[in-house]
């Protein structure tokens, strides 16, 4: 997790394998994308208060003041929570366990593309350097000078055409 700003750290670390359901619960529900009993619309509220926006980075001010990316964001995660906050802990204590294989056992002639940016401080960089590194030299790692959010809503058209294009 080098590279990682210290929620990020703490949160894969530790925070999805170790803590309870409670506990999960309360910090997911102190994020307006968690605040479920809320309306979209109240959410959507929240995430553009001058507080929150101020703590972003500069390049992430722009999708992050689109409403229409965050109504998306907030349907997608209204989705995610549907079932209730035991589903989504599942899937981040799963996120956070052993696959049961070895990445340097990944086939040789299937392509692997890993796009990361250099300011991501929730996966960062060094994610895709130790793929890439253990794949020995099988991966396309593309590096941009993006953030968790950018790297997809400023170059989407051009993943989805390598998606498309390794089909």
């Not at 479920?36 to 703590?55: I, N, Y």
């Not at 722009?62 to 989504?88: C, H, N, P, Y």
């Not at 086939?107 to 300011?119: H, I």
Request: aromatic letters at 12%; a neutral charge; hydrophobic letters at 45%.
């Amino acid at each position: 997790m080098s590279g990682a700003n210290w929620v990020h750290w703490a949160g894969f670390t530790f925070g999805w394998r170790y803590s309870p359901l409670l506990f999960i619960r309360w910090f997911l529900k102190h994020d307006p994308t968690g605040r479920v009993d809320l309306t979209d619309e109240q959410r959507l509220e929240l995430m553009l208060q001058p507080s929150r926006l101020k703590a972003l980075n500069e390049k992430d001010l722009a999708i992050m003041k689109d409403e229409d990316i965050l109504r998306m964001i907030l349907r997608s995660t209204r989705e995610a929570f549907a079932q209730g906050f035991d589903w989504v802990r599942q899937d981040g204590k799963l996120m956070c366990m052993d696959f049961g294989f070895r990445i340097e056992d990944i086939r040789s002639d299937l392509p692997v593309k890993l796009w990361y940016g250099k300011l991501d401080t929730f996966v960062p960089l060094n994610h895709g350097k130790q793929i890439a590194k253990r794949l020995g030299g099988k991966a396309d790692l593309r590096v941009l000078d993006e953030t968790h959010a950018t790297i997809f809503f400023n170059n989407r058209r051009e993943i989805l055409e390598n998606i498309i294009g390794e089909m």
